[in-house]
């Protein structure tokens, strides 16, 4: 996915406009823990994706340091280091949006979000690990939803996380209408279909595959802080 966008097509800025949007509100929340108000942070961040999307910056990303994460990350920082003062200049409610999100519910989350994240750093980290997760999570609702199975995927969604579940493997196959054994079945075809649409997630950030089991590693560390 590191490719979208280096060949103009509308494929290809559609693939960029989408991790965009998978990481704008890491960014915001990166910038507000930087110290910018509310309203300073929206046009920071609206101005970054911006400039991103019309400058094509992904040219600039480096295949042999493929995460696109930690290249996102080091543009916005360069963009808050040197672009403030031309920023400023920019009237709020001027620039083009060109991507799109609910602001309100944008400063709702950071608020909602445990002082005890240190760092803006440790706060796109969080951010980063939380999205995919539920991106993730979106799309095997998708996949469930699509074989009109949206129930069960309600029902198994809740053994996910393995032992954590308030539900038993008994209540689960009074739901599903199966046996003990085949809720087990399900619960852990559940989990290896997440197991794989997270891979291809991670995957669709990385420019060398055989960096996926690190990154996966790594978002395992950030999530179990």
């Not at 944008?106 to 999205?131: C, H, L, M, Y």
């Not at 989990?191 to 950030?205: G, K, S, V």
């Amino acid at each position: 996915m590191l490719v979208a966008g280096r060949q103009p097509s509308p494929q290809a800025d559609e693939a960029l406009e989408l991790l965009c949007r998978t990481y704008w509100y890491a960014l915001y929340a990166f910038v507000r823990r930087k110290g910018y108000g509310v309203m300073d942070a929206q046009d920071l961040t609206q101005e970054f994706f911006a400039r991103f999307l019309e400058k094509q910056y992904i040219e600039r990303a480096d295949p042999e340091r493929g995460r696109f994460r930690t290249f996102l990350l080091a543009c916005l920082k360069n963009f808050l280091a040197n672009e403030w003062d031309r920023a400023q200049t920019v009237k709020r409610g001027g620039a083009l949006k060109i991507i799109s999100w609910d602001e309100h519910t944008a400063e709702n989350q950071f608020i909602a979000e445990p002082a005890t994240i240190v760092s803006p750093e440790d706060a796109f980290e969080k951010r980063w690990a939380g999205v995919l997760l539920e991106q993730v999570l979106h799309r095997l609702r998708q996949e469930f939803a699509a074989t009109g199975k949206t129930e069960a995927f309600n029902a198994l969604k809740e053994f996910l996380w393995g032992a954590d579940s308030s539900v038993s493997y008994a209540e689960l196959s009074a739901q599903l209408s199966l046996s003990e054994g085949a809720a087990r079945v399900a619960v852990h075809r559940f989990r290896q279909r997440y197991r794989e649409l997270l891979r291809t997630e991670i995957a669709n950030t990385m420019a060398d595959p055989t960096d996926v089991d690190d990154e996966l590693h790594h978002l395992i560390s950030v999530i179990s802080r």
